[in-house]
C-alpha cells in the first residue's frame, strides 16, 4: 500500500535586500533545517531531498496522516523569509512524478479553536 507523501512547492523567488553576493534563497536552508528538527522529534519524515522544479523548490515529507503533513506544510510556508504562493501536493511513494497530485494552497486556513 503506497504511503502518503506531501509535496511543499514554494516559489523560487531571491529574498529581497540580500548584501551583494550573498546566496539569493537563504529560506532554502531555514526550511530544510525546520524540517529535520520536526524528523529528530519523530514528528515526521524528510522523504527526499529538496530539490530545483521550474519556478519552483519542492520539499518532501511523509511519516504522518495526511491532515498532521499539510499541518507542516502550513507551517513551513509561513516561515520567516519562505516566498508567499506555496502549495501542497498530496501525493504517495509510488507517483512516478512529483506535482502531479491534489493540490492545496498554503498557509491553510485557521481551523479554529479546540
Known sequence: MPTTVVEIHVPLL????????AY????????????????????????DDGEDD?????????????RELLAVA?????LPGVPEGAVAVVSNDAAEEFGLARR???????????
Do not use: K
Open 104 to 114: 492545496v494552497a498554503l498557509p491553510l486556513p485557521a481551523l479554529g479553536a479546540a
Open 14 to 21: 531571491p529574498t529581497p535586500h540580500l548584501p551583494d553576493g
Open 74 to 78: 502550513s507551517r513551513v510556508a509561513t
Open 24 to 47: 539569493p534563497f537563504p529560506w532554502i536552508e531555514d526550511v530544510e533545517d525546520f524540517l529535520f528538527a520536526l524528523e529528530d522529534q519523530g514528528d515526521v519524515e524528510v522523504f
Open 54 to 66: 521550474g519556478d519552483a523548490y519542492v520539499f518532501f515529507v511523509t511519516g504522518a496522516g495526511e
